[in-house]
């Protein structure tokens, strides 16, 4: 079964430009996570959908960034404008169902993630 | 909210055995996953506990105590390729949709 696609892997721009990622979760998959993993932490959630429904957006900065899941399948994390803060790499994620399932509908399966640079 | 704490980093022999240690502090406690990720890659599922007990899975296991808020994550007979940071992420209810919130990691460095 393909694993969950992001892209791009890598990205580099100055502050105050703008970006987007693109997340193609597993098929079936109804519940798709975007993290934030700034370099020597954890994944830190910053949005979580089911669906095509937001669920969690608790500490997406929503000021520059924002995500839509438009038909339930792909999702796009946009951040406009971009601050130094921002590099980290930005994860996606995706699991059968967020929802009060077994472990393996939540079991959480990740993309290999984009790097963001911001000069 | 959730508290979550690892040691920053281990570093231990091959062929050696290493606990890693989490405790945690979450009002929705539903779950704790143990993730291994090595460097610039990302993180893969290990291992998870719901209820208070040893999970065994080949050369790790994982040990929860609900009562103490405290989980670990035994890896037996290390290897080269067992250096990566190991996260230890609890599942929380209160959204209603079980969010998952990681600890930052602990480093491993295996050593001939």
């Known amino acids: 079964e393909a694993g969950v696609a992001q892209s791009p892997r890598y990205k580099i721009i100055e502050k105050r430009q703008s970006v987007a990622f693109w997340c193609n979760p597993i098929?079936?998959?109804?519940?798709l996570y975007w993290y934030q993993q700034i370099l020597g932490q954890g994944p830190k959630l910053l949005i979580q959908?089911?669906?095509?429904?937001?669920?969690?957006d608790s500490q997406l900065p929503k000021d520059r960034f924002s995500a839509e899941r438009l038909k339930g399948v792909d999702s796009t994390l946009k951040i406009q404008p971009a601050k130094l803060e921002d590099s980290a790499v930005y994860l996606c994620?995706?699991?059968?169902?967020?929802?009060?399932?077994?472990?393996?509908?939540?079991?959480?399966?990740f993309g290999p993630g984009t790097r963001l640079t911001v000069l | 909210g959730q508290n979550i704490d690892q040691p920053t980093e281990m570093t231990a022999t091959e062929g050696a055995i290493v606990q890693i240690n989490c405790t945690y502090q979450?009002?929705?406690?539903?779950?704790l996953f143990w993730y291994q990720q090595h460097a610039g890659e990302a993180p893969t599922f290990l291992s998870y506990n719901v209820l208070d007990g040893l999970e065994e899975k080949g050369r790790f296991s994982s040990f929860l105590s609900r009562s103490k808020g405290y989980s670990y994550l035994l890896l037996k007979e290390l290897q080269m390729k067992d250096s990566a940071s190991y996260l230890c992420?609890?599942?929380?209810?209160?959204?209603?949709?079980?969010?998952?919130?990681f600890g930052t990691g602990t480093r491993l460095l295996v050593s001939p």
């Open positions: 992420a609890v599942r929380d209810r209160d959204t209603g949709f079980q969010k998952l919130v």
């Open positions: 979450t009002s929705g406690f539903n779950g």
């Open positions: 994620a995706s699991s059968l169902d967020g929802g009060l399932g077994t472990v393996r509908d939540n079991e959480q399966f």
């Open positions: 959908f089911q669906n095509n429904g937001v669920v969690d």
């Open positions: 098929s079936g998959h109804a519940t």
